[in-house]
């Protein structure tokens, strides 16, 4: 049995816009160098949108512009031969679902950002990052729990919650405890 088409296994905007934001936390935590992170997220991207996206570095990405009047996504995946697959989806605020196109060969990239889920990150993240999670963690950031020195702590012994404060603003990340005066 075949999955069924992405737009079809798509959140709601407002789900969705909150996945791409902790994948994007979750990988600010556990890559400091922000050139190499697979997820992003810019909520300041341009005046009323917001960007989140993808890139694995190797020609697969995507990315989705959040908009006042909805969201649209699009991507593209390489393959061995031929033209890159493609994504292109939109929804309206006022739809109730996405429409557009998406090659099948390119619906793998967002296969985490579909699950939404501690394991399918925590999978990701074995593979990419080659860590091992604390899956409890991996699940407040994924609930949106603010951030702090006990949670980082939990997903990585590298990263304080002082150095994701620029990430956290960036990412729209609500930040609990002390933060340092001069940021």
């Not at 959140?11 to 994007?24: E, F, G, K, Y």
């Not at 998406?102 to 993240?125: I, K, N, Q």
């Amino acid at each position: 049995m075949t999955e069924p088409h992405l737009a079809v296994r798509l959140p709601d905007i407002s789900t969705l816009r909150r996945r791409c934001q902790a994948l994007a936390m979750l990988d600010a935590i556990l890559c400091p160098e922000s050139e190499y992170r697979y997820y992003s997220y810019d909520q300041g991207f341009a005046p009323g949108r917001r960007l989140a996206s993808m890139s694995d570095g190797s020609g697969n990405e995507y990315s989705i512009v959040f908009s006042p009047s909805g969201a649209e996504i699009r991507g593209s995946a390489q393959r061995a031969e031929g033209p890159p697959a493609t994504v292109v989806l939109s929804r309206g605020r006022a739809d109730d679902r996405w429409q557009g196109e998406s090659d099948p060969d390119a619906e793998a990239m967002f296969e985490v950002l579909v699950a939404g889920t501690p394991e399918a990150y925590h999978r990701f993240a074995q593979d990419y990052f080659e860590v091992d999670l604390d899956l409890d963690a991996v699940a407040r950031i994924l609930a949106h729990a603010p951030l702090t020195g006990e949670l980082v702590h939990k997903l990585t012994r590298h990263a304080r919650v002082e150095d994701l404060i620029d990430d956290c603003a960036s990412i729209g990340w609500a930040l609990s405890g002390r933060v340092p005066a001069n940021h």
